[in-house]
């Protein structure tokens, strides 16, 4: 059956160090991989896309690696803040739909 | 700016009623789309649209149906709501089937008594 795995459900981190969240899947073969951010109460929000002939994309301080033989994505915040603290998706195409993963939120200390 | 806008934040009904949640976008977007949310779950495909009058059902349409009779319009609809059916309900519209990114209006957390 097709999967997407989040690493973990929350990931505390102090400020100023790097965010490492992995997006695992199973039985799916995207062109396309998304991120989203998600503040309690509200609606996700796009960040970034990487598409599947491309390994990495960076904006800012946000980086996403993509690589469909191990069918993984990285997201990393560096330097992070305490305004990053929110929940991240991971999002595959399939089909012409998105499906998502169940996310990994992450809080940052100061 | 994009916009994408649900008719309520917080809906409290009862088992049995017939449930209306609205979403309007102002991006001239041709598809449409409605999840719902549960902790642990994720983002789960409910319906979504890829033109005025074209509804197709995604992984959990059982309870739901929707109508799109306006392109900037997409509503569903819960025909006798159920006690688990209390969720977010989140609408979102894109321009390209499912490459390009969605946006996502505020959602609608929804309570079934």
């Known amino acids: 059956s097709q999967k997407i795995e989040q690493n973990s459900e929350a990931l505390n981190i102090q400020e100023g160090k790097t965010a490492t969240l992995t997006c695992n899947y199973t039985n799916y073969s995207p062109a396309y991989l998304q991120w989203y951010r998600q503040d309690p109460g509200r609606g996700p929000v796009f960040l970034l896309l990487?598409?599947?002939?491309?390994k990495e994309k960076r904006k800012e301080r946000l980086k996403v690696t993509f690589d469909t033989t191990l069918k993984q994505s990285l997201f990393h915040i560096t330097a992070s803040q305490p305004a990053d603290s929110a929940t991240y998706l991971c999002?595959?195409?399939?089909?012409?739909?998105?499906?998502f993963g169940a996310g990994t939120t992450v809080t940052v200390r100061a | 700016d994009v916009k994408v806008t649900q008719s309520s934040r917080y809906l409290v009904k009862r088992t049995g009623e017939k449930v209306f949640l609205e979403c309007v976008q102002d991006m001239d977007h041709e598809n449409m789309f409605w999840y719902r949310q549960d902790p642990g779950l994720g983002l789960r495909l409910i319906y979504f649209?890829?033109?005025?009058?074209?509804?197709e059902k995604g992984d959990i349409p059982e309870g739901y149906s929707v109508s799109r009779e306006k392109k900037e319009r997409f509503s569903l609809i819960l025909e006798s709501a159920s006690t688990n059916q209390t969720s977010m309900y989140l609408c979102a519209s894109s321009h390209d089937r499912g490459r390009e990114t969605q946006y996502f209006g505020p959602g609608t957390r929804l309570l079934v008594l």
């Open positions: 990487i598409r599947e002939n491309e």
């Open positions: 649209s890829y033109d005025v009058k074209m509804k």
């Open positions: 999002a595959l195409t399939n089909d012409y739909k998105l499906s």
